[in-house]
T-cell receptor, first 114, second 120 residues
Framework: GENVEQHPSTLSVQEGDSAVIKCTYSDSASNYFPWYKQELGKRPQLIIDIRSNVGEKKDQRIAVTLNKTAKHFSLHITETQPEDSAVYFCAASIRSGATNKLIFGTGTLLAVQP | GAVVSQHPSRVICKSGTSVKIECRSLDFQATTMFWYRQFPKQSLMLMATSNEGSKATYEQGVEKDKFLINHASLTLSTLTVTSAHPEDSSFYIC????????????????FGSGTRLTVV
């Protein structure tokens, strides 16, 4: 079935260190993989995304890598800061009829310790 | 950029009553709207996909007679929680796929600001 697994569920790092969150997906036809940051009670905020024709994408301190063969993708945050503390979700697009729906991973609570 | 307006942001209702949540795409036509539910400390779970002018497609385990979805126009989709019970208390959020900046291809998914529903 449609499934996106995400690990770890919680991650605590020291300010300045790197954080890595990993996701795997089940549908080999998935072609769009966004990452969201969500603060309590707010809407998910897109921080970076990658499409299936690209293996890696970087935006300042944030990068995403995609391995289509293994069906997994990862979020890398370097030089973490306390304001990076939040819940992060990966997602994968799943073809459903004439549209693509987004299925979310289970989330990672990132705590950056000052 | 693409904006989806969701109302109300918070609602408290009595058990047994119905609540309607609206999502409007303000600067683009959303042929498809997705409805999610998020319980505390959990992920966003897709409830249904709403297509303009046709019946919504519900995910497995979601009661279509309890969560009524209407997508009457290209800019408005509504979710009505009927006969609400305390276990329906949750954060409901809509999402639409907007065109890219050129209006040619589908861009990312734009989310509404969410509705915190509390059933007492």
């Amino acid at each position: 079935g449609e499934n996106v697994e995400q690990h770890p569920s919680t991650l605590s790092v020291q300010e300045g260190d790197s954080a890595v969150i990993k996701c795997t997906y089940s549908d080999s036809a998935s072609n769009y993989f966004p990452w969201y940051k969500q603060e309590l009670g707010k809407r998910p905020q897109l921080i970076i995304d990658i499409r299936s024709n690209v293996g890696e994408k970087k935006d300042q301190r944030i990068a995403v890598t995609l391995n289509k063969t293994a069906k997994h993708f990862s979020l890398h945050i370097t030089e973490t800061q306390p304001e990076d503390s939040a819940v992060y979700f990966c997602a994968a697009s799943i073809r459903s009829g004439a549209t693509n729906k987004l299925i979310f991973g289970t989330g990672t609570l990132l705590a950056v310790q000052p | 950029g693409a904006v989806v307006s969701q109302h109300p942001s918070r609602v408290i209702c009595k058990s047994g009553t119905s609540v309607k949540i609206e999502c409007r795409s303000l600067d683009f036509q959303a042929t498809t709207m997705f409805w999610y539910r998020q319980f505390p400390k959990q992920s966003l779970m897709l409830m249904a996909t709403s297509n303009e002018g046709s019946k919504a497609t519900y995910e497995q385990g979601v009661e279509k007679d309890k969560f009524l979805i209407n997508h009457a126009s290209l800019t408005l989709s509504t979710l009505t929680v009927t006969s609400a019970h305390p276990e329906d208390s949750s954060f409901y959020i809509c999402s639409a796929r907007a065109p890219d900046f050129r209006g040619l291809l589908e861009g990312g998914y734009t989310f509404g600001s969410g509705t915190r529903l509390t059933v007492v």
